[in-house]
Nanobody, 126 residues
Framework: QVQLVESGGGLVQAGGSLRLSCVASGRTFSSYAAGWFRQAPGKDREFVAVIHWSSGSTYYADSVKGRFTISRDNAKNTVLLEMNKLKPEDTAIYYC???????????????????WGQGTQVTVSS
């Protein structure tokens, strides 16, 4: 059984930083893509970032480009999201997801991802 478990969320002031982790169990993701999505109150879930697991290539939503960094730790089967210069509009529940390489070619499509975590809350105060 594949599980994705996020951690690292919390409350931070605007301009601060947080690092989210997503630990995967049940399979390795060497031929997969792993992504982060977020859902703010009253809004649809939106794409944040994706990483091609084997190559380490990355792609970001314009709203987080230059502030967020996605990476992976192969040894720990973990994907990370380093978030800097946080803004109140970054407040949301953050979800990690993993899918086959179709997800890399269409990273914004939630249907491309087979596995999802339960989410972790990030709150940025002004």
């Amino acid at each position: 059984q594949v599980q994705l478990v996020e951690s690292g969320g919390g409350l931070v002031q605007a301009g601060g930083s947080l690092r989210l982790s997503c630990v995967a169990s049940g399979r390795t993701f060497s031929s997969y893509a792993a992504g982060w999505f977020r859902q703010a109150p009253g809004k649809d879930r939106e794409f944040v970032a994706v990483i091609h697991w084997s190559s380490g290539s990355t792609y970001y939503a314009d709203s987080v480009k230059g502030r967020f960094t996605i990476s992976r730790d192969n040894a720990k089967n973990t994907v990370l999201l380093e978030m800097n210069k946080l803004k109140p509009e970054d407040t949301a529940i953050y979800y990690c997801a993993a899918g086959p390489l179709l997800a890399w070619f269409s990273p914004r499509l939630e249907s491309r991802y087979d596995y999802w975590g339960q989410g972790t809350q990030v709150t940025v105060s002004s």
